[in-house]
């Protein structure tokens, strides 16, 4: 059996959705908030000190796109197009996902990882909403509907599902972007995403 360490809030609730999606697996719990993820135990597992950890048969697999890959190659290929230039598009989403809106969201309160002053915590602070919303612009350009790429979803749709709960705390109203929150409210009517809110994993 699969099994995911993840935690509430965070990024690992994106594949907790996914694999929500239709996969026999286990949650163990990582107390983020008391430092659980630096314990030599967990850093045994993940010496970058995070969640996701996704454990396989092979043994663990960290970076939430990696694991995302990982289970549309083994466990859920109809959430992976078959044609190689949409595959090739769902990645390119899932890298912008990755790289630029996640990380455009950290500098709201992580400015630790890259500065090392006050005043540059909240400087970048301060650019957070401007940025964010110009990866929603983005993203809502993008969107064909219902999902991503039409009727289908895809390994990108939970990822972009996370992405959008946070966009009120990083100051930014969804309601600018309609097709965006055409698609969150269209992802909440999934079994795999209200089982991901019942048990706790946003809000």
Request: contains cysteine; aromatic residues 10%.
């Amino acid at each position: 059996m699969l099994k995911l360490y993840c935690a509430p809030h965070t990024v690992s609730s994106t594949v907790v959705i996914t694999l929500n999606e239709g996969v026999h697996w286990e949650p163990i719990l990582v107390d983020v908030k008391g430092g659980e993820q630096t314990r030599s135990d967990y850093l045994a597992l993940n010496p970058k000190g995070r969640v996701p950890v996704l454990i396989t048969p092979e043994g663990p697999l960290t970076e939430t796109g990696a694991i995302l890959e990982y289970l549309g190659e083994t466990v859920l290929p109809a959430l992976v197009p078959i044609d190689p230039l949409q595959r090739a598009r769902m990645r390119e989403i899932l890298y912008f996902l990755g790289n630029t809106m996640h990380v455009n969201h950290a500098h709201l309160r992580r400015g630790y990882r890259w500065a090392t002053t006050e005043a540059s915590f909240a400087d970048m602070a301060a650019k957070v909403p401007e940025n964010m919303a110009t990866s929603a612009a983005y993203i809502d350009g993008l969107l064909e509907g219902p999902y991503l790429f039409g009727d289908d979803l895809t390994l990108a749709d939970p990822y972009l599902y996370s992405m959008t709960t946070w966009l009120k705390k990083d100051g930014v109203d969804i309601a600018d972007f309609p097709r965006l929150a055409a698609f969150k409210a269209k992802m909440e009517t999934r079994p795999s995403v209200q089982k991901t809110i019942a048990d706790g994993f946003f809000g």
